[in-house]
């Protein structure tokens, strides 16, 4: 997610980082590039220009020379500014029997799996009983679409509203106390676009039931279109926060940062996927980090420190000196499956995302025993000099440690991309990789 916007922030800090002080020529050029990145990032640029005249009235209003690494300095200050716009993380507030939460969106912005999904998440972190209603009353398949996801999932779900109309919402929080539930979530009709029949419709409906929390649902993959119709569900039906859909795919992000910085409201949760488990607290702090792509470097080295002993960081110093062979392999294996979670990692290192993929723990720990077992069966010769394995020495190695002779080709492959790698990390460093990589 967003390593759009965090790949451009990034080399632009390891450009800036390259030269000393910052210059007011500097902060200009940084903050024209920084404006690129967040336009194409889909952030509105309304939002940008407000954003960046506040980071240079900050920067410029320092001393700059006395700043040790100005490039940090600057990367600080746009920190601390978009995490300020995220504001504090807000769950939706549901304070007593019979509340309404009330979800209203465009259409396809996921209303109605998030209904299901907020039920879900309520139940299971709460502990309260929801109880789930669909009133969008031109639209019969919408609200079957409802009642399915909800029995599918066990939560009581109101299924005759639709031929009673407005009149039967008064009873909605009778209907629901006899059920035994806490709590009621609406789920609404969405339109294309906001027009007043849509508005209309809303606000009798939010009139009639006064909900405790009024919900918009918006689609993260919105762009900056997401003012437009933020704005204009405010003033036509009123909100009390958000929650962005589809945030796992969202490669962009400005639709959060654009919502968050004009909208004086809350986000609530993300929705991170189709599945009705899939709905998170929306995390600032995270979003911030990523989107600057900083890198959490302290919880890096935190985690580094609880997973690799003093004996990995000898077998390290050895693994970049000498020759790398099948012993050195099988070390590297063994750290990577302790450290088990590389993954996330390597998503706090700027630049690092690549990496992912290159290496896969599950992939390394399914192998582990097969690697294990194959070098084992080389002769001390083969393992400190694998070019000698022809065929033959293939053949015999598969049948003495009971695997295919795929598998020890498979491991071939694999051991002289890892030397490959140590040849790169030992002449150009980390530098080298990331050029690797890119
Ligand atoms: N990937 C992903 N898909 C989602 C998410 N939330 C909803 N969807 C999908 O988006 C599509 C539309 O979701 P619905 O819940 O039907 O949207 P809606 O707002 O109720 O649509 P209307 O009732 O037609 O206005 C479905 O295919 C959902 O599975 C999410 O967080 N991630
Ligand atoms: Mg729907």
Redesign the pocket.
């Known amino acids: 997610m967003l390593e759009f916007l965090q790949e451009k922030i990034t080399k632009l800090f390891e450009k800036l980082s390259k030269r000393g002080l910052l210059s007011e020529q500097d902060i200009d050029d940084a903050l024209k590039d920084i404006r690129i990145a967040l336009l194409e990032a889909d952030v509105h640029y309304r939002v940008v220009k407000e954003l960046l005249e506040s980071v240079k009235q900050k920067v410029m209003g320092e001393e700059l020379s006395k700043s040790i690494n100005p490039s940090q300095y600057l990367l600080g200050i746009l920190k601390s500014e978009l995490i300020s716009i995220m504001g504090a993380p807000a769950p939706v507030k549901i304070n007593g029997t019979g509340d309404i939460v009330m979800l209203v ?10 209904a299901v999904k907020l039920a879900k998440y309520m139940k299971d972190k709460k502990g309260l009983k929801p109880y789930l209603v669909s009133i ?1 009353f031109n ?1 019969p398949a ?1 609200q079957e ?1 409802l009642i399915t996801l909800a029995k599918a999932n066990g939560f009581p779900v109101n299924e005759d509203i639709s031929s009673k109309g407005y009149e039967a919402l008064k009873d909605l929080r009778l209907v629901s106390a006899r059920q035994g539930c806490d709590f009621i979530i609406v ?1 609404t ?2 339109r294309l676009h906001i027009d007043t029949a849509l508005v209309s419709e809303l606000k009798q409906v939010k009139e009639t039931l006064n909900p405790a929390q009024t919900v918009l ?1 918006v689609d993260s993959m919105m762009g900056h279109d997401v003012l437009k119709m933020a704005e204009g569900f405010m003033q036509g039906v009123g909100y009390d926060g958000a929650i962005f ?5 969202d490669t962009r992000g400005g639709a959060v940062i654009s919502f968050r910085k004009i909208i004086d409201k809350p986000i609530f949760y993300t ?4 599945a009705v488990s ?1 709905l998170e607290p929306f995390d600032p702090d995270k979003l911030v980090a990523r989107i600057i792509g900083s890198g959490d470097l302290s919880g890096l080295v935190e985690k580094m420190t609880e997973v690799v002993t003093q004996e990995d960081v000898e077998d390290a110093k050895h693994l970049a000196k000498g020759k790398f062979t099948f012993q050195d392999f099988i070390k590297q294996l063994k750290m990577v499956k302790r450290i088990g979670s590389i993954e996330s990692l390597f998503d706090m290192v700027p630049g690092f995302g690549k990496l992912k993929n290159n290496i896969q723990p599950d992939a390394v720990k399914k192998d582990m025993k097969v690697y294990e077992a194959i070098i084992n069966s080389m002769t001390n010769q083969e393992r400190s000099n694998p070019d000698l394995l022809n065929g033959k020495r293939k053949q015999r190695i598969a049948k003495g440690s009971g695997t295919k002779p795929e598998d020890v080709n498979r491991l071939i492959k694999r051991f002289y991309e890892s030397q490959r790698m140590m040849d790169i990390l030992q002449k150009g460093g980390i530098k080298g990789i990331k050029k690797y990589l890119h």
């Open positions: 969106g465009l259409q396809g912005t996921g209303k109605t799996t998030t969008d639209r919408a679409q789920d009709a969405g649902v859909t589809k945030f796992e795919g929705g991170i996927g189709e899939a």
